[in-house]
């Protein structure tokens, strides 16, 4: 790992636009790609719930695309990082209005596996 900060702080966008970019049409897809950019805890607990979750999306015909606004690590020790990432989200489901893009920001927890990294935690900050 040569730069592990370049690293963990690539991983988080990345983590925070798969999990912002849900496609009703792609939701499996989706949910893999979280779950293959995930590890520990969060892995497992995101796993248990991702059928209910795909089936809500289905059902919704929910659609929604993340960007990233902005990332900083927040604190780094060993092979593990905290960092913070804003988004914005825009949504939208069948029969309801068009919405305005949503800011949301995620402390995400990442972890170096084997070379790479993965998310081992997710949190929303307010």
Do not use: C
Request: charge should be neutral; proline fraction near 4%; hydrophobic fraction near 40%.
């Amino acid at each position: 790992m040569d730069n592990p900060k370049g690293l963990f702080l690539r991983t988080a966008r990345q983590a925070a636009l798969n999990l912002t970019t849900i496609r009703y049409t792609e939701v499996d897809a989706d949910i893999q790609r979280v779950l293959d950019s995930s590890t520990g805890a969060f892995r497992d607990e995101f796993k248990t719930r991702a059928p209910e979750f795909a089936e809500a999306v289905r059902q919704a015909q929910s659609v929604s695309e993340g960007s990233i606004v902005g990332a900083g690590i927040e604190s780094m020790q060993g092979s593990t990082a905290r960092v913070l990432v804003a988004t914005a989200v825009k949504s939208s489901s069948a029969g309801a209005p068009p919405q305005e893009p949503r800011h949301w920001r995620m402390r995400i927890s990442v972890q170096a596996v084997d070379g790479s990294a993965k998310v081992s935690g997710v949190e929303f900050v307010t």
